[in-house]
């Protein structure tokens, strides 16, 4: 009996660590999926919750991957093209006859040897367009936003859809940020204020929550949201 009542004890003890350890993770899964809080003019403004199906998920790291090369080959098109022997103009009579003349044989002033004649190896046009199933596509992107959740690359800017199409807004938000690396501003609709303010600064483009892909997530290193274009997200 004894012995039983220890073996019961370290059970007790083993299943209080582990919903401790549970406790501690769903903690810091929770502060991970706040968001600082900024208004247009810099100043802190406290926090925001992201919504867990968005931010919160594991990256999948082998699928973003395949998206992203999927983005960069569709990227590429492909459309240089040259001519062989076969598609140059001219070239119907032989130049001169085969033998007696001294020269080297020739039987058209088309042949890749001659200048004006057809390309031997050269590139040609084709069609290297891949295809990127739409439920993949949603899964990347909520890896790529996850992923930029984790390492608080982003942040929530208040009233940033009404602002003055001026570039000084945006540039003084980010000097007051004090933030290293490309900006990417997402908003709920199009917004040409926005646009404007935003696109004679380097590195710093503006797209609508509706139009994200992962590729553009991945390539920016700092994201701002506005509030309408989080719940705008799908």
Do not use: C
Request: cysteine-free.
């Amino acid at each position: 009996m004894p012995r039983a009542k220890k073996i019961s004890k370290v059970s007790k003890v083993r299943e209080a660590s582990k919903a401790k350890l549970a406790a501690t993770k769903s903690k810091s899964t929770l502060s991970k999926l706040s968001a600082e809080v900024y208004d247009t003019n810099g100043r802190r403004q406290g926090s925001f919750n992201l919504p867990n199906e968005f931010f919160g998920q594991k990256v999948n790291e082998s699928l973003l991957t395949q998206a992203l090369h999927v983005y960069f080959e569709n990227q590429s098109k492909h459309t240089a093209s040259t001519k062989t022997r076969s598609e140059t103009r001219g070239g119907g009579a032989k130049p001169w006859r085969q033998k007696g003349t001294g020269r080297a044989r020739a039987g058209s002033k088309r042949s890749p040897l001659w200048v004006g004649g057809g390309i031997t190896h050269g590139p040609k046009y084709r069609d290297t367009h891949l295809n990127f199933p739409k439920k993949m596509k949603h899964k990347a992107l909520i890896s790529a936003l996850s992923s930029k959740a984790n390492s608080n690359s982003v942040k929530v800017i208040t009233n940033i859809e009404k602002i003055e199409p001026k570039t000084k807004v945006i540039a003084n938000l980010l000097k007051k940020l004090n933030l290293k690396g490309s900006n990417l501003f997402v908003v709920s609709d199009k917004n040409p204020s926005v646009k404007l303010a935003a696109r004679n600064l380097q590195r710093t483009s503006v797209d609508t929550s509706v139009n994200l892909n992962a590729l553009e997530i991945i390539q920016n290193k700092n994201i701002f949201f506005s509030k309408e274009a989080i719940g705008k997200l799908s």
